[in-house]
């Protein structure tokens, strides 16, 4: 079993649409996968065609201690989802004290998915308490990069917050997967050469392309390979699905 966090706390480069079209990607391979939608926006549910305020949801698991299980709905076959819950953004603002606070959801998870192939976490566009959970609660960390400038500033922060969990003896070997390419622009070709640079042999071989049916499919709460299964956008998820099992990378 893989558990893996989708993660980058900069918006909108792809977290959730890489988290919904790999894990059903993976699926369609054959694997079971749960994903758990922890962000308080819930689009991870809605891209599935759930309603993320539904309860119980993550955020009894992280705020009452509801078990994991309680909370687990299968959304196709093979597939399951935690949703986020309507109150999932309290726990960032919430003093709770005492020093559990960033492993509630490791502790929740523990020996909980032992028949799972992959758990897969769609993390906010935040670094706060949410996302150390998230990371206390893997060992392996999935980094979309859009390719604009500004994604490389973000990404030495983050790989600045590894270290720190590395200091506290918690290793999370980080992969990296171009997303929103546009082939026709000099830029993302640059930035995806800089990560290739720093970060030889994780970037995942695929690049997620730019295309329209991506964005439209959660509107319909539909994955890619349910709204056009023959696009570009199918082809991608499923390459980068087998990227991962077979460790390809560029
Ligand atoms: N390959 C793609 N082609 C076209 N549109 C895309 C692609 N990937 C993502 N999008 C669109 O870009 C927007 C941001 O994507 P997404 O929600 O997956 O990013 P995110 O990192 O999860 O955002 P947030 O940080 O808000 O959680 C969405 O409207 C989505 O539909
Ligand atoms: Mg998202």
Redesign the pocket.
Known sequence: MRTIA?I?Q???????????NLAHALVLNQHKVTVIDL?P?G??STSLGIDYLQQPGLDSVLLHETPIEDCIKQVRPGLSLVPSGSQLGDLENMAMRGVKRGTRLRDAMADKFQDQDYVLI????ASGLLVVNALFSTHEALI?I?GDYLSLQGLSYLIGTFKNFEKLGHKINELFVM???NTRRRLPQQVMETVKQYFPKRVLATR???????????GFGKTIFEYRKKSN?AY?YQSLALDLANGRMM
Do not use: F, S, W
């Not at 769609?122 to 566009?125: G, L, S, T, Y």
């Open positions: 989708i980058n900069k918006g909108g480069v792809g977290k959730t649409t890489t988290t919904a962000d926006q689009h991870l769609d993390c906010p566009p979309p859009a997303t929103r390419y997620i392309r730019e295309a329209a049916a991506l964005a439209e499919c959660p956008g991608d």
